[in-house]
């Protein structure tokens, strides 16, 4: 089946240090969502990047579409980064229904 | 800006009872809505596809039968959760958007008792 696969699966940082999430699909993605949940559940879009570099505030997105990979950077991490971040793609094309990955939680301490 | 909301935000309900639980798009016209359940495991299933005036899509292991969904129009969906049992419980999210972008409520913790 089509899956979507992150790494790490877990992150721990002191604050300022930059983190290097990946996401690696088996298919040809239609759409790419990064989200970030919070510790309460609470899902937050970050970026829909499906192919190429965004950036919003601290964050890049880079995904390279042949190679079915996407990556999200975030640089000089905050203690509010702390959460899990999930990448979201869709494989249809269709009316879009996002396949997760398993996220990669991600602790920044002070 | 685009939000979605859900409500109840918390549930509990017995063993065996049934619960509905309520997604609200506002700020933008929802032509699909995704209903997903995160299980303690943490892992997002997706249960069913709405789109307005479409027939709904359920993915396997999901039915009809046990989560009717609703959308009437495009701002809200309803989802409710037939005979809930212990495996039922997590956190259901609703996703709703067009075909670029997918925006969350903040989900409904389901606890059966």
């Known amino acids: 089946g089509q899956q979507v696969q992150q790494s790490p699966a877990s992150l721990v940082l002191q604050e300022g240090e930059n983190a290097e999430l990946q996401c690696n699909f088996s298919s040809t993605a239609t759409q790419l969502q990064w989200f970030y949940q919070s510790p309460g559940g609470s899902l937050v879009s970050l970026l829909s990047n499906p192919s190429g570099t965004k950036h919003t505030g601290r964050l890049t997105s880079t995904t390279v579409t042949k190679e079915r990979r996407s990556s999200l950077h975030i640089s000089s991490s905050q203690t509010t980064d702390s959460g899990t971040y999930l990448c979201?793609?869709?494989?249809?094309?269709?009316?879009?229904?996002?396949?997760f990955g398993k996220g990669t939680s991600l602790v920044v301490h002070p | 800006g685009a939000l979605v909301y859900q409500y109840p935000r918390r549930t509990i309900c017995k063993s065996g009872t049934s619960m509905r639980m309520e997604c609200q798009a506002v700020g933008f016209q929802a032509t699909s809505v995704a209903w997903y359940r995160q299980s303690p495991q943490k892992t997002f299933e997706l249960i069913a596809l709405s789109t307005v005036n479409s027939a709904i899509k359920y993915e396997q292991n999901f039915t009809q039968e046990k989560f009717p969904i609703s959308h009437p129009n495009l701002s809200f969906s309803s989802m409710t959760v037939l005979n809930a049992y212990l495996e039922d419980r997590g956190l259901y999210l609703c996703g709703a958007g067009g075909h670029t972008e997918v925006f969350f409520g903040k989900g409904t913790r389901l606890t059966v008792v």
């Open positions: 979201a793609i869709d494989f249809s094309g269709g009316n879009y229904k996002p396949t």
